[in-house]
């Protein structure tokens, strides 16, 4: 970390703020002047204090039940990033917010230092990317502000909700979000993307690899084998599925009554953390459950295949392999799996996942909708209807759904899923 005059900190803050990068909502640069004066002053902040002294949270602000500061902090390095990889290029500084912590560390910027002919040849590469097409994640993006805007207004009024909504909210899974307190965090499965450059640094297409999935994970496997490592390229670049925004849109209005508990957050900022202090709702495919993945599958009837477009079933031995995208024609089949149980603090998960995104919509048409949801609950045992999962086929053609049913269904039994969890750590 280098020191640099508090004054020219604080004037390095202001330009961030001005710039325009931390976006409408003055939050973002509240915290971003608390942790600068917390810097100067040599302070480590506490999450709590960040809560009370700058979201304005009442002194007896719980941590471990509301994740509020871990998301704004998530996203605050998120724009720190985008400012000093666009505008700020030129900056001599450039300070960070270290993963887990809540300081303000500061840099030289290697960018600025570095000279015209990197910057030209970074600028070359991602100009190049630019003109790639990259429709279908900003389309999914759009889209997701969009349905998050319109929702922050509709279902905060419970006269405006829709029938189904109010249908299913006395019926699990629902039932065990609305029934106290806690935060709701809802994770969004995203998906880290670098580039393939050739010898002149011009990034010929984007690449998502499974096993790569975040910067640092590009690094090690650069250092790894840096062969293979000199033809890529971070272009701090995620996305997230299309239909992660209709799926938004059918499973928030149940939830209305908690409107001021919900967050959002990527699954890669997931933190261990989050998992016992808030209830969580995962959106997205199984291939972007990372971390949420094993939790799903430590005490399930179903084992992922030889890909994530394909599930087996341990008891009969059947397999379940979605063609959407894979099969070549316009007729597509799908799944979308759900499994929902208790966290040992009491706290309620709810996994929603699709193979792709005719899977995941479908199944969250099929969670809103009151007769399918008795369905389901009729197809478990008496009195394990709290705790279970179930898989749903869907066909179509054309991109659209012609129909889905419920295919398997199994109880769970909690204490062996986080018994999982234990041994696996």
Not at 57 to 76: C, K, M, P
Request: with cysteine.
């Amino acid at each position: 970390m280098i020191q640099i005059e508090p004054n020219e900190l604080r004037a390095l803050a202001e330009r961030i703020i001005s710039s325009g990068v931390l976006g409408r909502s003055k939050t973002y640069g509240a915290i971003l002047q608390y942790l600068v004066e917390c810097s100067i002053n040599g302070d480590t902040p506490k999450e709590a204090a960040i809560a009370i002294d700058v979201l304005g949270r009442e002194a007896d602000f719980d941590v471990s039940r509301d994740s509020i500061v871990r998301v704004h902090i998530y996203n605050l390095r998120s724009k720190l990033e985008t400012y000093f990889a666009r505008s700020g290029k030129q900056e001599k500084y450039r300070i960070n917010i270290p993963k887990g912590q809540y300081i303000i560390t500061t840099i030289r910027n290697t960018a600025a230092e570095s000279g015209d002919e990197s910057s030209g040849q970074a600028t070359g590469a991602l100009s190049q990317a630019a003109r790639l097409p990259y429709m279908p994640w900003i389309l999914g993006v759009l889209v997701l502000l969009l349905v998050l805007n319109l929702l922050r207004m509709d279902i905060r009024a419970p006269e405006q909700e829709s029938a189904a909504g109010v249908d299913v909210q006395q019926l699990q899974p629902w039932d065990a979000f609305l029934d106290d307190d806690l935060p709701i965090l809802l994770v969004i499965g995203d998906y880290y993307i670098f580039g393939e450059v050739d010898n002149a640094g011009n990034v010929t297409r984007m690449v998502r690899e499974f096993n790569i999935n975040s910067p640092g994970d590009l690094n090690t496997y650069q250092e790894q084998y840096p062969e293979q490592g000199r033809h890529i390229f971070n272009l701090d670049l995620s996305y997230i599925p299309v239909s992660v925004a209709g799926a938004m849109a059918r499973i928030l209005p149940p939830l209305h009554a908690k409107a001021d508990r919900i967050s959002v957050i990527m699954e890669s900022a997931l933190e261990t953390a989050d998992l016992a202090s808030s209830h969580i709702i995962y959106l997205g495919y199984l291939s972007g459950m990372d971390s949420l993945l094993d939790l799903m599958f430590a005490d399930s009837g179903l084992s992922i295949g030889a890909t994530f477009d394909e599930l087996y079933n341990l008891e009969t031995k059947e397999y379940y392999v979605g063609s959407s995208g894979l099969s070549g024609t316009d007729s597509f089949q799908d799944y979308g799996m759900v499994s929902t149980f208790q966290a040992p603090n009491g706290n309620q998960f709810l996994l929603v996942a699709g193979m792709r995104d005719e899977g995941l919509l479908n199944v969250t048409d099929q969670l809103t909708s009151r007769t399918a949801l008795e369905t389901l609950h009729a197809s478990l045992s008496a009195g394990e209807q709290g705790e279970f999962e179930a898989l749903y086929e869907v066909f179509g053609f054309d991109k659209t759904n012609f129909g889905g049913e419920l295919v398997y269904s199994k109880s769970l039994d909690a204490q062996v899923i986080w018994d999982a969890r234990q041994i696996s750590q």
